[in-house]
């Protein structure tokens, strides 16, 4: 294709899209955005202007046609009304993450505190970076078991400018922590293994989807490590049926209070633990 315009590019790719995805306009336009790095203003008001590298933008178009996730192909996610930056190596954060946030900073009421957040499974780095926008005086470990999702999270990190407040440490749950903890954060991978997913799902790393033969086994682990080194929050991210296993695991164990909240399509979606 020579000499066409953002609207005839974006017809095009809305042709090859919409057979198989199904918002296939908005789509044709975030590839756009991405392939120009203009915003959606800019694309809607220059219509008639011509697009340069057609083939490179093409070639996205026919990953995306093969259900590859469209953040994997531009390298863009937003999450908490913010652009961050992510690849293969690091689960795409989902809407239903904001809520985890959203947790925390309800129960941090003094934001002046120098407190010590622990965020097991960094992932992209989306919780520990919107905590420590929202914290300004809290310190954060974020720790993940792979190298790759710390290479993402790393980049993001850079890029909001918090190296100095958001450490990143590589290791197995708290193995690598041995400061004292005020508050424990995590979307940890609670998929029981073997389930079979949605096929776009399997772009992204299977550790940060499968949490074990049960699928909450992860969760114990923290919970245990939670008790042991008397960690006063844990918020936690879990599946929309674990809910009574949480429960049953806490029986008769030493805590202040246990609260679930529900995700935006009404499924329990996570609990803050109080010691
Ligand atoms: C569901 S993803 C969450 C990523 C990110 N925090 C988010 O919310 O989008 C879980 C993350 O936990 C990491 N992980 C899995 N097992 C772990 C373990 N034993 N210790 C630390 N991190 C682990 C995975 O590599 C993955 O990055």
Not at 75 to 80: A, E, G, M, P
């Amino acid at each position: 294709m020579e000499n066409f315009t953002i609207n005839d590019v974006l017809k095009e790719i809305i042709a090859k899209l919409a057979p198989v995805i199904p918002r296939a306009p908005r789509e044709a336009q975030l590839l756009l955005m991405a392939h120009l790095n203009v915003d959606e203003l800019y694309l809607m008001t220059n219509r008639n202007l011509h697009v340069e590298n057609i083939d490179s933008l093409f070639t996205w178009v026919d990953r995306r046609v093969k259900n590859e996730p469209l953040e994997y192909i531009t390298n863009r996610v937003s999450f908490y009304s913010e652009e961050f930056y992510v690849d293969e190596g690091a689960l795409i954060p989902r809407p239903e993450t904001e809520l985890l946030i959203d947790e925390v900073l309800k129960r941090v009421t003094c934001r002046d505190d120098k407190m010590t957040f622990v965020e097991v499974g960094v992932g992209s780095g989306i919780i520990s970076i919107m905590l420590a926008k929202h914290l300004p005086n809290a310190k954060f470990i974020a720790v993940d078991i792979s190298d790759k999702a710390l290479r993402v999270a790393k980049k993001n990190i850079e890029k909001f400018g918090f190296s100095d407040r958001i450490e990143l440490r590589l290791g197995s749950l708290l193995e690598p922590v041995e400061e004292h903890i005020d508050y424990l954060v995590s979307n940890p991978p609670y998929i029981e293994d073997g389930v079979e997913l949605e096929s776009n799902l399997s772009y992204e790393p299977q550790n940060a989807l499968f949490g074990g033969t049960v699928g909450d086994e992860i969760i114990q682990k923290l919970l245990d490590e939670v008790l042991k080194r008397e960690i006063n929050f844990f918020s936690c991210e879990f599946g929309y049926d674990q809910k009574d296993k949480i429960r049953t695991y806490l029986n008769n164990k030493p805590y202040k209070s246990l609260e679930f909240y529900k995700d935006y399509s009404d499924f329990d979606r996570g609990f803050t633990l109080g010691l």
